[in-house]
């Protein structure tokens, strides 16, 4: 792996727009600025559900998480609870999801009004109290071990029918999903694809074992920075520096993260390529507050601005930009449309 100087200089480089680009951008804004008040009192939580565990999960004595983005209305209601990422298994999501729809907050206010808080994510790990499964099944360790054959000796044509078989699983434990994970990262980086690999990685958690996980947030640090999702990459910064298991990684990372944050406040666009794949939308968290939708390239039907206390759904029209408060902080776009859609977001540099 290169130096932190030389990777940042190849990021750097990799992500400035040409003329003809930033000149197809059309910098109005696509609303007006709400004036911000700044009192602020957080929503508190009158009624949690629980999750009911997943029969069929609970037999076969399966574990699985779920990673969910919600709203909280004025009335404390939660409504437009999204599925952000899970451990593989559908009846897991299906539950968190159900579960947080019924829950219930004293909602959020801003000056004595209630108001809608839009930043909220949880994510809810569904963990067997007695008998829990120490290892992987017999039926999957053989698909595994097939895989892994053909992946070494780069049968690719024979390793993908495998991974797409055990994609297509509707029901995993969550180690067997951790070692597909890892072993898709593994072939997407053969590949050189990079959004691919990072996608597996974020799958793959090895929450139980702390050498592993360090080595794959590590991985995920570094394809963060190189696809310029920085503000994940400060989320991946921060757990690596919890574990003892990285301690060895840390002066490097903090080399780069401080060129990242350096680069979010420098006056060069920043760019990120996207494409909406399984779900029906794309999302990332902002690192500044304005930002353009271009070389769309496919059908976008609806961007959803989440930010602390505010939320705005809007069509999306091509090289439309779009301006949100700076003080509203903390900000994720939802990005919706058909599937294979293609498009880049223009984050343009913060104006003093």
């Not at 951008?25 to 600025?33: G, K, P, R, T």
């Not at 069929?56 to 909280?72: D, M």
């Not at 609870?81 to 004293?106: C, H, I, M, P, R």
């Amino acid at each position: 792996m290169s130096n932190a100087s030389s990777f940042f200089t190849l990021l750097v480089s990799s992500i400035l727009l040409s003329n003809a680009a930033l000149a197809q951008i059309n910098q109005a804004n696509a609303f007006e600025i709400s004036k911000h008040l700044t009192t602020i009192v957080e929503p508190k939580p009158i009624k949690r559900v629980s999750p009911q565990y997943p029969r069929s999960a609970a037999r076969n004595n399966r574990e699985g998480w779920a990673t969910l983005s919600f709203v909280i209305g004025k009335d404390g209601n939660v409504s437009n609870v999204l599925v952000t990422e899970t451990s593989g298994s559908k009846d897991f999501a299906n539950a968190a999801k159900k579960a947080v729809s019924k829950w219930q907050y004293q909602p959020a206010f801003e000056n004595g009004e209630a108001i809608q808080q839009c930043v909220n994510t949880i994510r809810m790990d569904f963990k067997m109290n007695g008998n829990r499964p120490q290892g992987v099944s017999r039926r999957f360790n053989s698909k595994y071990n097939k895989a892994l054959a053909a992946f070494e000796s780069k049968n690719y044509a024979e390793l993908e029918a495998i991974l797409v078989s055990m994609q297509e699983t509707r029901y995993m434990h969550i180690l067997e999903n951790d070692f597909m994970h890892l072993l898709a990262a593994d072939y997407a980086k053969i590949k050189q694809d990079q959004a691919l690999q990072l996608r597996h990685l974020t799958r793959s958690t090895f929450s139980s074992n702390s050498k592993q996980q360090a080595h794959n947030l590590y991985r995920t640090f570094f394809l963060q920075v190189e696809l310029n999702k920085f503000r994940a990459a400060h989320r991946t910064y921060k757990k690596l520096s919890k574990l003892d298991a990285a301690e060895t990684y840390m002066p490097q990372l903090k080399e780069i993260m401080k060129k990242v944050d350096d680069f979010i406040g420098s006056k060069n666009e920043l760019v990120i390529e996207a494409t909406i794949k399984e779900q029906d939308y794309w999302s990332i968290g902002l690192v500044r507050n304005e930002f353009s939708l271009v070389n769309v390239k496919g059908t976008l039907d609806k961007l959803d601005i989440r930010c602390a206390n505010k939320r705005h759904v809007y069509t999306v029209e091509e090289n439309n930009s779009w301006k949100i408060p700076a003080s509203w902080k903390n900000g994720s776009i939802f990005v919706f449309g058909e599937p294979n859609t293609s498009f880049s977001l223009v984050e343009h540099p913060i104006k003093s």
